[in-house]
């Protein structure tokens, strides 16, 4: 996984690594995680790291695969029960161990890489949202968005889980 955000060149290469350096801080917060650390909750919230990796791998296929490109959502998220009171995208941590939550995560995000290489970013998407053009540039800056807020979830839980403080893991590499 990549790890730090480059210092300069053209947008979409800056866009791109900003993204995938809070990529990587969200792979290093569950890296080493047991499946039970995973699926254990924080007391105050209702989420979970597990959570956090499926709720981010819908997050990308729906952006980049669905908004951005145009395409139907990929499985578990096309033919998945969004019924309940809890969005699947939530939900479905409780039901897949921590490999699959990795790999559910990572082929997300493996293909979201591929789908922001096409288009212009100025070119709106495809799809809508909210009944409005958006271009493929405010997905981008949505998903850094969404990834920097749940990152400090992330943060928070893995602090909760085993006392690790993640900044001192970027700046002191095991």
């Given at each position: 996984m990549r790890g730090d955000a480059p210092a300069n060149g053209p947008e979409r290469v800056l866009l791109a690594g900003f993204l995938d350096h809070l990529r990587a801080s969200l792979e290093t917060s569950a890296h080493g995680l047991t499946d039970e650390q995973l699926?254990?909750?924080?007391?105050?919230?209702?989420?979970?790291?597990?959570?956090?990796?499926?709720?981010?791998?819908?997050?990308?296929?729906?952006?980049?695969g669905h908004v951005w490109a145009g395409r139907p959502p990929s499985e578990p998220w096309r033919s998945g029960d969004w019924g309940s009171a809890d969005d699947l995208d939530w939900?479905?941590?409780?039901?897949?161990?921590?490999a699959q939550l990795r790999e559910l995560w990572s082929e997300a995000v493996e293909r979201a890489r591929d789908e922001q290489e096409s288009g212009d970013l100025d070119d709106a998407t495809p799809r809508p949202v909210a009944g409005a053009p958006v271009s493929r540039r405010w997905v981008m800056l949505h998903m850094i968005e969404e990834y920097a807020r749940h990152c400090g979830h992330a943060d928070v839980?893995?602090?909760?889980?085993?006392?690790?403080?993640?900044?001192d893991r970027w700046r002191h590499p095991a």
């Open positions: 699926h254990r909750r924080h007391p105050d919230v209702r989420i979970s790291m597990g959570s956090l990796l499926s709720h981010l791998a819908f997050q990308e296929d729906y952006w980049f939900r479905l941590a409780g039901e897949l161990d921590g839980l893995r602090a909760a889980l085993d006392d690790v403080v993640l900044a």
